[in-house]
């Protein structure tokens, strides 16, 4: 009985640790998210091309010039 209580309390604590971690993992990169989206829409982007839109041409070009690096 005692080792039941024990393993309950356990698994609360386990949990509440758990719970709390997954916050502030989403709270930080959500975060990030913003400062990389700030920074692609001020520094990245040409005139009238979104943030998507600009992500998308940036990983387009990374491909590019590493299949170039390998030829």
């Known amino acids: 009985m005692a080792a039941s209580k024990l ?28 400062v990389e989206d700030g920074f692609v829409e001020k520094f990245l982007a040409h005139e009238g091309e979104t943030v998507e839109d600009a992500e998308k041409r940036l990983r387009e070009e990374q491909s590019q010039r590493e299949a170039a690096g390998k030829q």
């Open 7 to 34: 393993e309950k309390a356990n698994e609360k604590i386990a949990g509440a640790v758990v719970g709390g971690y997954k916050k502030i993992e989403s709270g930080v990169t959500g975060a990030f998210k913003k």
